[in-house]
Each structure stands twice: as C-alpha cells, then as structure tokens.
C-alpha cells in the first residue's frame, strides 16, 4: 500500500514487501516496453540518487548549523544505490545524477560511480557537487564516464563564501573547478542560488567568471525546504536577475536544453550559457521528467511535495529484483501534477532539507 503523506507531516511512507507482491501496477507504467510514464502521461527517464545527507559544508539555504545526520544503517549501502540505479535503468531511465549531500564525502564513492558509468542503457551520468573534492575526483570521475558536472558557486569572495557554507573554503572550490577543465569536462555549470543582501551584488561578476572559464551557469531561485526561517527576505526572483543581467549583457533567449528546468539565454560571442531554474516564477512541472531518491531510500516523485515510498524495506528483504521494480513501478501513481510552492517563504513548504532529497 502507498501510503502519501500530507503536507508538512513527518514524510514517511512505508511499503511493506508482502503488500508489493499483491499490489497493482498503478500509473502507465509497462513493463512490457519497459518504460515509466505517470498517470498524466509524462515519461520519467531522468532520476536524482542522493548517496548521503552529510556534507563538508553548511550552506545557510540548504542546512541548519547544528544537522544530525542519519545513522550509517539507515543510509543505502553502495551495492543498494547500485541495485536502484540498475533497476530504473531497465526501466527506460537513461539520465542518473549523483547528488547529495555531498556526494564526494561518501566513503569509496568511485567504486558506486565506476559501475554507474558500466551501465549498459544509462546514457547520460553526471553529478553535482559542491567542488571542495574535485581536485582529487575530477580525473577518476571522468575516466569512469562522468559526463557532466554542476558545481555549486554562490559568490566569487572568499569571507563571503566562508559565511555562506559556515566551513567552506573558497579557493578549493575554485581550484576543482580548474580541476574539472584539466581533466576534460565540457559544459560544466555553476549553480548559483539568489540570495537578495547576500550575494546580488556578484550576478554580474558571476557570469563574467563563468564567461572566462567557458562555464554555463545557472541561477536558482530559492527554495522553501528545511527548517530555515527568514527566506522571505532574501528571495530573488528568476526575473528580477534577468533584468539585472540584461542590464550589462546582451542576452539573446535560447530554445537549448540540458534536459531540465533551466531556461537558457545566451550572450553573443560566448559559448557559456546563461540559466534561470525558477520554481516559483516558472512551474515548469508539465514537462517534468524526473524522480529523486534519497540516501535513505525513499522515493520521491516530487521534489515539492512529500509524498515518498520507501525503498529500503524492499531493497533489504527482496530476494530478487521484481519487488523492488514492482515498487518503482507504484510510485509512478503517486507522482502528483506539480510541486506548490508560494513565494511565502517564510515557513519552510517542504519539511526536508535540500541536503536530504538531493538537489
Ligand atoms: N552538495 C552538492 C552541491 O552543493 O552542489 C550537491 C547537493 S546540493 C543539495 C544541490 C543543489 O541544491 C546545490 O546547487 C544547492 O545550491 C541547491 N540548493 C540547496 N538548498 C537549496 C534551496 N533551499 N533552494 C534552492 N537550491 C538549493
Ligand atoms: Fe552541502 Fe550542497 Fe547543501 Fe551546500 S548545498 S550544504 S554543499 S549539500
């Protein structure tokens, strides 16, 4: 049984396997084709495994100060993100991104992600992460077919970026991401969230940066996840930057995609790309194609809303792979129309943190 959680209670949905093995197949998913579509017909061929909730940083948006992080024995061993990634890729998934938490922390993550990049049927694997790891990853990521990187950037100064991560250390993160470059990534992103009086005054030097590198970069609209009050303050909207930009750059609109939510413009006479991912300003939950699983095994079909199913329970006590395939099969019928996020901000709309779902 799908159990769906309501808004703002305690996300836990539970699916025990002797109830999957009498479950129905809901959705459209087929497994006759082998495809995932969701019962408003989208096909989902894109999915977000999280392989911790821990970090190296503390980003305000995206942590508290003080995080307890799951217990060891609650997070999917590696060998169990693997089955999962396996098992969506029979399915017709052919995008996996690695995320986090930082994902560069896990212990032995190149033996998950050499296998990942084996996956006969996984067309597209990339991986975001903050950048502190790469100067150590980025030539092992890459030669295990890796094929893109984002890379969270948020302010170009050094006091600023400690403040914003509470730990991190800015010239690392630069560093990774000259690391990247060496090693032969191509289109790598920055990511930058919009803090209004924290980092506004950089957009302009941001892209500029990401111009001199031969980066695309994108800029996120803030989301209400966590417990982490006054973002009603600090909300920037995807417009607003727009305009700002256009105010030193000629920005020509683009129909490119890199297969997500961002909405690309470019500059003439550069190769970078400039994005805007704007969950507020801009549902863009028609043309969703994607499922998040977290570190802890939980599906979640939306990123805005809390309704999950639990893998971890069919993961450790399935003897074959059919229940769990059974399983993502179902969430395909919980896979609600879109996310609602208000621009209140101010109370956080999602209970999760960012760090937990994987962003
Ligand atoms: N640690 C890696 C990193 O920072 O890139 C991967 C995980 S992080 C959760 C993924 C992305 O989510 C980052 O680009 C981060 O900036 C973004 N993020 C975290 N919390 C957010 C929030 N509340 N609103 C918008 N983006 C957020
Ligand atoms: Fe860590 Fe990424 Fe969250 Fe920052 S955004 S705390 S780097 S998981």
Redesign the pocket.
């Known amino acids: 049984m799908i159990i769906c959680s309501m808004r703002n209670e305690t996300p836990h949905t539970e699916l025990s396997p002797a109830s999957l093995a009498s479950s129905p197949i809901v959705g459209n998913a087929s497994h006759a084709t082998g495809t995932l579509v969701d019962k408003y017909g989208r096909h989902v061929t894109y999915v977000r495994l ?1 392989i911790t909730d821990r ?1 190296d ?1 503390r ?1 305000t ?3 508290a100060e003080e995080m307890t992080f799951l217990p060891r024995q609650e997070v999917m061993s590696l060998e169990e993100s693997l089955q999962v990634a396996k098992t969506f890729v029979d399915l017709g998934v052919t995008k996996l991104r690695i ?5 560069l922390v896990r212990k032995n993550v190149m033996w998950l992600i050499e296998r990942l990049g084996a996956l006969a049927g996984l067309e597209n694997l990339v991986l ?4 502190s790891q790469l100067e150590r990853f980025a030539a092992p990521l890459k030669a295990a077919g890796v094929r893109r990187l ?3 950037l ?1 302010t170009l100064k050094p006091e600023r970026f400690k403040e914003i991560t509470r730990i991190g250390d800015l010239d690392k993160v630069l560093r990774g991401i000259d690391a990247a470059t060496n090693a032969g990534f191509r289109r790598t992103k920055l ?3 919009m803090m209004r009086g924290t980092n506004d005054d950089e957009f302009v030097d941001l892209v500029r940066f990401a111009m001199t590198k031969e980066l695309d970069i994108s800029f ?7 417990e ?1 009050h006054g ?1 009603n303050n600090t909300y920037i909207s995807s417009e607003e930057t727009l305009a700002l930009l256009g105010r030193h750059f000629e920005l020509l609109p683009s129909t490119e995609s890199s297969g997500g939510p961002a909405r690309y413009w470019r500059i003439p006479g550069s190769e970078s790309r400039i994005g805007f ?1 704007s ?1 507020h300003s801009h549902n863009f939950c028609d043309t969703c194609n994607r499922v998040r699983v977290t570190a802890k095994g939980e599906l979640y079909p939306c990123l805005g809303q809390n309704d999950a199913l639990n893998l971890l329970p069919v993961l450790r006590t399935g003897t074959d792979d059919a229940a769990l395939r059974q399983a993502i099969v179902d969430s395909m019928g919980i896979k609600p129309f879109g996310h609602d996020f208000t621009q209140q901000m101010d109370a956080p709309q999602v209970v999760r ?3 937990m ?3």
Not at 99 to 103: D, H, L, N, Q
Not at 128 to 131: A, F, R
Not at 220 to 226: D, T
């Open positions: 999280s970090c940083f980003c948006y995206c942590m995320t986090g938490g930082e994902p975001t992460t903050n950048g984002n890379i969270s948020d990511n930058t969230v996120i609209e803030e989301m209400p996840l966590g982490i973002r991912i969950p943190f960012m760090s779902t994987g962003g």
